[in-house]
């Protein structure tokens, strides 16, 4: 019954999980090895300090506008690629998978040099004089939310265009023949067809986003912070095991949680589009 | 319904022509076939009217409206798509009310007006389900509902039947055809089976690659095509070269005589002479007072049903005769291959087309 792929799954994702659950319920010694114990105490220190409840509410909008936005930006490319019969398609998909292949720091220093006081963007509008002061863009939240779509929205295109690709043309062509604007043709026809697509884009696009760590700590400056980082600092800088796997779990539970809600919202509002 | 009048609609891609200077005027209430081989331009000229495609230049006009600049949602066509292209995450119900929803119509007129479409397709009680839970049969008649149920101007079919089997495409046809008489719509059917077009339209047009080459009645296509092309694509015909040399007669390129009836219209330049299958007879002797008669050899024979089909060699050519199967002997044992004699036909059954 069990496939490898099964044991596989088992093997390199379960087990390290389930060694993180243990560690979450271990007490934490300054200095010392965690004790082996089965406590509480670390998922109330989160419930209890509001610093922690500021930089999950700061982790989750900022992958809620982040999905949001690339949603918007992916949907017009996405479904250009799929419609068009172009010989240059395979090279548009090309380019939209191209950002990947620069690993996610190397891509938010490229967007330092862009987006610093002396950076591109600031350098230029200075020398052409539409600025007289260089502006602020490094080490705010619209720096890291630009970084992060920017890594996010070739993964929404690509799901987003699987199912486009799937959607029969002339089924919007009999929408527009009946009397449909274009407009209602995409809310009516295209919109809900393509609803498996945006469910799938959104969800991983959001998991990657609630998972940020180089963009926000690089392009967000250190008052800036995240939940994948406090978690890395909780176990790296003060060597408390037992709160960062907690944190990893709280941060674990609100990505699903939220995931299956706004799944369960989409799928209610176009229940029959499947 | 309206009258539609095309005047010299033309399709360009690049420098490729799909569609050549098309002209048609359709009646109110008329039903047009666009019959052709595959590639020649029929679907591209049933989508210029739909307006999916923009016409390269030429004018489209349905009622009194000129079209041309219209987009296809504001044409107030009823289109039959060839792979129907109903909504797969709407009910039967949903997709015939579609259109009128976009007209906004109220919801009482609206059901109501659905559940005639439906009945008027014979598929009422099946309002409920999904259209992958229906038979390609079924699902064709959704698609013929939900184009009438917006009361089109004009009623657009692009192969409409060609995803059915054959029995199934008999009854179809039958039923489209007596939905057209009853309700009056003006039709533009697109197919490339050409007993489709001549059973179910009051005029073929014939198009080949992109050009019209004839319209007319069916009858008038079958018994009076003007050129070879048409001849050879509606039914089966038997060419012969030469050239006329005088009134009635036509000389074939082996010396021999041909006569045709001097009345019948003769075609400009290079001609041929065109010879319908079923005219052909075949006998041991000369019947008397046929006036056309050859030599001839039996090649092959071909038990067809209700014909036989002989392939005979005569003034160089190879051609075929019909013989009716009609007294029920197996009509095979009666002719053999090397079998001699004479192919007869009368001048009237004689056609000049021109090459
Ligand atoms: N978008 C396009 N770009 C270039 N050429 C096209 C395009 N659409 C159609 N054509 C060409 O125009 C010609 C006519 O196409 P069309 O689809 O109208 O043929 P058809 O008569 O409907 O054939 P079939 O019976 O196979 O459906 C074809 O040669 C086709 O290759
Ligand atoms: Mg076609």
């Known amino acids: ?274 | 319904m309206a009258k539609v009048q095309l005047r010299n609609l033309t399709k360009r891609y690049g420098d490729f022509v799909a569609v050549d200077d098309f002209s048609l005027d359709v009646a109110d209430g008329e039903f047009v076939a666009l019959l052709g081989p595959s590639g020649c331009g029929k679907t591209t000229t049933l989508r210029m009217i739909a307006g999916f495609v923009e016409a390269s230049t030429g004018e489209i006009r349905i009622g009194e409206r000129d079209v041309t600049e219209y987009p296809p949602y504001r044409r107030n066509t009823g289109m039959v798509f060839q792979g129907y292209a109903l909504f797969p995450h709407m009910t039967v119900f949903e997709n015939v009310a579609f259109g009128l929803r976009m007209r906004r119509l109220g919801a009482a007129e609206t059901h109501e007006r659905v559940a005639q479409a439906l009945k008027l397709v014979r598929l009422d009680g099946h309002v409920d389900r999904m259209p992958r839970q229906l038979s390609g049969g079924q699902q064709q008649r959704v698609a013929l509902a939900r184009a009438l149920v917006v009361q089109p101007d004009v009623f657009l079919l692009d192969e409409p039947l060609s995803n059915l089997d054959a029995k199934l495409r008999q009854e179809v046809r039958l039923e489209i055809r007596q939905l057209q008489q009853a309700l009056g719509l003006t039709t533009i059917f697109v197919t490339h089976d050409q007993e489709e077009a001549l059973t179910m339209a009051d005029r073929l047009v014939v198009m080949d690659r992109g050009a019209i080459q004839q319209v007319g009645s069916p009858a008038e296509l079958y018994d009076r095509p003007v050129n070879r092309f048409v001849a050879d694509f509606i039914g089966h015909s038997n060419f012969f070269n030469g050239r006329v040399c005088g009134p009635g007669e036509f000389k074939m390129d082996t010396g021999a005589i041909v006569r045709f009836d001097p009345e019948a219209a003769t075609p400009q330049g290079d001609v041929s002479v065109a010879v319908r299958p079923e005219r052909i007879s075949f006998g041991h002797s000369p019947a008397a007072g046929t006036i056309n008669c050859f030599e001839a050899e039996i090649e092959a024979v071909t038990f067809a049903g209700p014909r036989l089909d002989l392939i005979l060699r005569c003034e160089g050519d190879r051609i075929i005769a019909h013989v009716h199967n009609s007294d029920g002997n197996v009509a095979t044992e009666r002719h053999h291959v090397g079998e001699q004699g004479f192919a007869m036909w009368s001048p009237s059954s004689t056609r000049l087309v021109s090459r």
Not at chain 1, 116 to 122: A, M, Q
Not at chain 1, 149 to 174: D, H, K
Not at chain 1, 180 to 205: H, N
């Open chain 1, 1 to 274: 019954m069990l496939g490898p792929a099964t044991l596989f799954v088992l093997a390199f994702l379960l087990l390290p999980m389930l060694v993180v659950l243990r560690y979450s319920v271990n007490r934490y010694v300054p200095g010392g090895l965690m004790l082996q114990v089965f406590t509480l105490e670390n998922y109330a220190h989160f419930f209890q300090d509001h610093y922690f409840h500021k930089v999950l509410l700061t982790t989750v909008w900022v992958s809620v506008v982040c999905t949001i936005v690339s949603l918007v930006l992916a949907f017009p490319l996405a479904y250009f690629l799929a419609r068009t019969r172009s010989a240059a398609k395979s090279l548009l998909v090309m380019l939209v998978v191209f950002p990947l292949l620069v690993g996610n720091v190397v891509r938010a220093a490229g967007w330092m040099a862009l987006l610093d006081t002396k950076g591109v963007v600031n350098s230029t509008l200075e020398a052409l004089h539409i600025i007289k002061a260089p502006l602020n863009i490094m080490y705010t939240t619209g720096a890291v939310m630009i970084g992060i779509i920017s890594i996010v929205t070739p993964f929404m295109v690509l799901t987003l265009q699987s199912v486009l690709e799937g959607i029969n043309y002339s089924v919007e062509e009999a929408a527009l023949n009946l009397g449909a604007s274009p407009i209602r043709t995409f809310a009516k026809v295209t919109l809900p067809l393509a609803m498996p697509g945006v469910i799938a884009g959104t969800s991983l696009v959001f998991i990657l986003c609630m998972n940020a760590y180089a963009t926000p700590v690089l392009l967000g400056g250190p008052s800036f912070q995240m939940m994948a980082q406090t978690i890395y600092d909780q176990i790296s800088n003060t060597q408390n095991w037992p709160f960062g796997a907690a944190l990893a779990f709280v941060l674990m539970f609100v990505t699903v949680a939220l995931t299956v809600i706004a799944q369960m919202f989409l799928q209610r509002r176009y229940k029959s589009a499947e």
